[in-house]
């Protein structure tokens, strides 16, 4: 019997200890609004996978999701039963069924796989917003901190389609070859940002501390820093007089939700997606494992064994 004429489902559940385990819970059932989605491939996101590991038994994480409609809206919107689709899920989404938003799905052509389009919808999303700030100029200068990350590789594809001259600032110098393969012109390594570079007309920051410090004194005169993130600390100070006296600089404090409620994600996913059919971005798919497997690739993301994405595959 198939999880389609069951109750209940398998879905990914936070067990004791943080522990990410399978369990049966009860099949979604969906709204107007919501198409069920038969789900093929998850992603794991570093951010999704420290709040699973510090939350309640019996939580439900997950974000990145791509699979197949197998009852479209009841309210005729979005894609119909059939259509291959990528989607994201506000939590709960790594699951066999997910009862989704259809404003939160977009089409997957035949050509791009399952496992490529679920490493897609977060990090990319995130890099393809951030990008979205400060001067829209060609050739624009763009630093990016953490730049050998999910949201790091994406945000430097993206920026080498657009022209952008890309410097990507990484502390491992193994990951240099990664960051310059992806379309980065320039690599700066270490645990501190020099502050002989820039200037740049967009930091794309995902560090904090003293690096985002360092980072808010390199804008050029109106300029803009998106801070995403905060791995090296979260209080940060830096000079206002450069920050100020480059000339309408601006910091932007990056909330993924937030910024969702402004864009259409659909929209965004779409593009993504197009842009991987047309082989013009590379999903960066580093680890591939059963869906049995999941905790221990959660670890290894969390205690940084690889770079790059992480998929997980629904076994049927």
Partial sequence: MTASDNASIRAVVV??????TLAEVPRPTPTAGEALIRVAAISLNRGEVKTAFAAQPGWR??????????????????PSTGTRVIGFAPAGGWAELLAANTALL???????????????PVAGMTAQMCLAKGPQQAGRRLLITGASGG?????????????????????NPDHEPLVRRLGANHVTIGAALADDIGPFDLILDSVGGRTLGTALSLLAPGGACVNLGGSEGAVTEFDVSKFRGAGGTSLHGFAGFYELQRSPPSVGLAHLVGLVAEGRLDPMIERRAPLSQIDAVAHDLIDRKFVGKAVIAFEG
């Fill in 106 to 120: 977009a089409h997957l052509p035949d050509a791009v796989s399952f496992e490529a389009a679920a490493a897609l």
């Fill in 61 to 78: 994480p997950g974000w990145d999701f791509a699979g197949a409609v197998i009852e479209a809206a009841a309210d005729g919107s979005g």
């Fill in 151 to 171: 949201v790091g590789g994406f945000a430097i594809q993206l920026a080498a389609i657009s022209g952008a001259e890309i410097t990507a600032a990484i502390r």
């Fill in 15 to 20: 067990g004791d200890g943080g522990r990410l």
